[in-house]
Structures are given as structure tokens and as C-alpha cells.
């Protein structure tokens, strides 16, 4: 799923008609939305396959926060291309901001929903531990939407943060199994 969302945010690049460097300039902005976008699709790729290869068994209640997570990921294309097509102006630099605090606190759902059906001594569990990222992320999340009213590229500053917060995918899943 999360290759076909990606597979979408590259085909909103459309190719410029000519041949200079000029007529890239005009697509920089669509390029930069995208070039984040694709950071967070990566990172969830990555901590999704982290945190999923910690069930034991799989209940429908994981299958629906799953399906809940990919529904604001699914989103993700068009909040990118709204907002690199209109320059990273408020209204869609906020929009994103907005599919991103979503999608994040699905993540979080999916990720409660995993340790209740797996159990108290859930691997999952163990391994988030105080979960400093998770805790601070809707926080810099809000100031970065509240920000995208006023000054979207302090938004945009504060996207990119976080992205680099999440970046390396999460190893605190990789030392649990390592013990």
C-alpha cells in the first residue's frame, strides 16, 4: 500500500515543457513537497514493518487501526500536491500538517491497539518505553499547523524536524528482540 502511495506522489511530478533549467524552477516547490513526503512515507514503511513483526497473532481490531493509519496515508498525495502546487501557502501547508498530525495518531491507535491484543508483556510494549518521539510529535505537530497560518515555511522547518526526529527507523523495537 505504502508503494502505491508513493507510486501516486510521483506521478503528480508532471514534466515541464522545455529544456532549460529555468523551466525547473516552477516545479522546485511540487519537488521539495515531495522529497518530505516521501521521508515520511519511508520512515512509517520502515516503523510499520518494526512494530507489526512484534504480533503474535493479528485481531480485527489491528486490521481496522491498520486500515485507519493507511486511510490518512492514502491522503498524504494530495496534501502534497496541494501544497507544492500552490508554493507551500497556508491553507494547504496547514492541510498537510493536518494529514500528518492524523496519520501520526493513527499510528499511535495502531500501536495501543497492538500491545491491548497482545497482551502485558507484549514485545511492542517493551520496547516503546517512554516513547519520547511519540509523546513530543503531536506537540511540534500543532505549533508547526498553528505556524502554517502565519509563516508556512516555519511550518514546513518544523515538518522537515520532525521527519528528521523519525528518520532512523526505530531500533528500539530491534534491541527487545535482540535480548
Known amino acids: 500500500m505504502l508503494a502505491i502511495v508513493i507510486t501516486i ?13 529555468e523551466v525547473l ?25 518494526h512494530m507489526i513483526h512484534t504480533c503474535k497473532s493479528v485481531t480485527g481490531g489491528i486490521l481496522w487501526a491498520n ?25 494547504p501547508t496547514l492541510l498537510y500538517g493536518l494529514n500528518l498530525l492524523f496519520a501520526a495518531l493513527a499510528y499511535f491507535v495502531l500501536q495501543r491497539t497492538i500491545i491491548h491484543s ?3 508483556n ?21 505549533a508547526a499547523i498553528a505556524a502554517s497560518l502565519w509563516t508556512p515555511m516555519v511550518a514546513l522547518l518544523l515538518y522537515a524536524l520532525l521527519a528528521l ?7 528500539r523495537i530491534e534491541k527487545v528482540y535482540r535480548q
Open 118 to 120: 497482545q497482551g502485558k
Open 122 to 142: 507484549s514485545i511492542l510494549k517493551k520496547a516503546i518505553g517512554s516513547d519520547w518521539k511519540g509523546r513530543v510529535s503531536p506537540l511540534i505537530y500543532n
Open 67 to 91: 486500515l485507519h493509519l493507511l486511510f490518512w496515508l492514502s491522503l498524504v498525495p494530495f496534501s502534497t500536491g496541494w501544497m507544492g502546487e500552490n508554493h507551500f501557502t497556508s491553507v
Open 25 to 49: 524552477q516552477n516545479l522546485f516547490p511540487v519537488f521539495l513537497s515531495y522529497i518530505l513526503s516521501f521521508v515520511y512515507i519511508a520512515i512509517y514503511w520502515n516503523n510499520h514493518h
Open 165 to 171: 526526529i523519525w528518520i532512523v527507523p526505530d531500533q
Open 9 to 21: 506522489m510521483v506521478l503528480e511530478l508532471k514534466v515541464p515543457h522545455g529544456d532549460s533549467f
